[in-house]
Nanobody, 127 residues
Framework: QVQLVESGGGLVQAGGSLRVSCDVSGRTFSLYTMGWFRQAPGNQREFVAAITWNGDRAYYADSVKGRFTISRDNAKNTVYLQMSSLKPEDTAVYLC????????????????????WGQGTQVTVSS
């Protein structure tokens, strides 16, 4: 059974930093793209970042580009999201996800391309 478990969320002041992690089990982790999404109350789930299986390419939403960094450690079956210069609008539940097969057309931003999801970890940024 494939499981994705996020951790590392918490409360941080605006301008601060936080790293969230996603541990994956039940599959050959190194063969799959990993993505981070977030969802705030009343909002749609939105794409944050994604990274290819070998870590050679990363993709970011415009809203986080230059502030967030996605990385992965295939030996540990873990993907990370390092968040810096945090803003109150970054407040959301952060979820990691992975597809069952390669994502077509480079649509890493598309929620519908992902099949496995974690339960999410809450990140709250205070002003």
């Amino acid at each position: 059974q494939v499981q994705l478990v996020e951790s590392g969320g918490g409360l941080v002041q605006a301008g601060g930093s936080l790293r969230v992690s996603c541990d994956v089990s039940g599959r050959t982790f190194s063969l799959y793209t990993m993505g981070w999404f977030r969802q705030a109350p009343g909002n749609q789930r939105e794409f944050v970042a994604a990274i290819t299986w070998n870590g050679d390419r990363a993709y970011y939403a415009d809203s986080v580009k230059g502030r967030f960094t996605i990385s992965r450690d295939n030996a540990k079956n873990t993907v990370y999201l390092q968040m810096s210069s945090l803003k109150p609008e970054d407040t959301a539940v952060y979820l990691c996800a992975s597809p069952r097969r390669p994502i077509p057309g480079g649509r890493y931003y598309d929620t519908r391309q992902y099949d496995y999801w974690g339960q999410g970890t809450q990140v709250t940024v205070s002003s």
